[in-house]
C-alpha cells in the first residue's frame, strides 16, 4: 500500500490502478476534444471563407453606385476575375477579424 500526499492515508493497489485509469480517462477525453476541434476547424474555416465571400460578392453585385451597366441581365464594364478576387480579399479580412479575440470592456 502506498501513502496519498495529502494526508498521509494509505491507499490500495486496486484503489492506485482506479485512480491512474481515471487520470488516463481524462486525459484522453481532453485529446479528443482537441482533436475533434481542430478537424471541425479545418473543415468548416474554408466553407466559411467561401460563404464570406459569396455574400461580399452579392453586395458588389447588388450596389447600385458601381460603375457597371446592366444590359438585359447582364453585366458590362465588369471583371468577374477582380469581382472574385476583391470578393476574397474582404472575405480573408473577415477571416482575421473572426480569428481576433473579443475585446472586453
Known amino acids: 500500500m502506498k501513502k ?3 494526508k498521509g492515508k494509505k491507499i490500495s493497489p486496486a484503489e492506485e490502478w482506479t485512480a491512474r485509469q481515471r487520470a488516463l480517462r481524462l486525459k484522453a477525453a481532453e485529446e479528443y476534444k482537441e482533436r475533434h476541434k481542430r ?3 479545418e473543415q468548416i474555416l474554408p466553407y466559411l471563407r467561401d460563404m464570406f465571400a459569396g455574400n461580399a460578392m452579392e453586395g458588389f453585385l ?12 447582364v453585366l458590362k464594364t465588369i471583371n468577374p476575375t477582380q469581382l ?3 470578393a476574397y480579399f474582404i472575405a480573408d479580412a473577415m477571416m482575421a477579424a473572426r480569428a481576433k479575440p473579443k475585446e472586453t470592456k
Open 62 to 73: 447588388a450596389n447600385p453606385n458601381q460603375e457597371q451597366v446592366r444590359m438585359k441581365g
Open 4 to 6: 496519498t500526499a495529502k
Open 39 to 41: 478537424e471541425m476547424e
Open 84 to 86: 472574385a478576387s476583391d
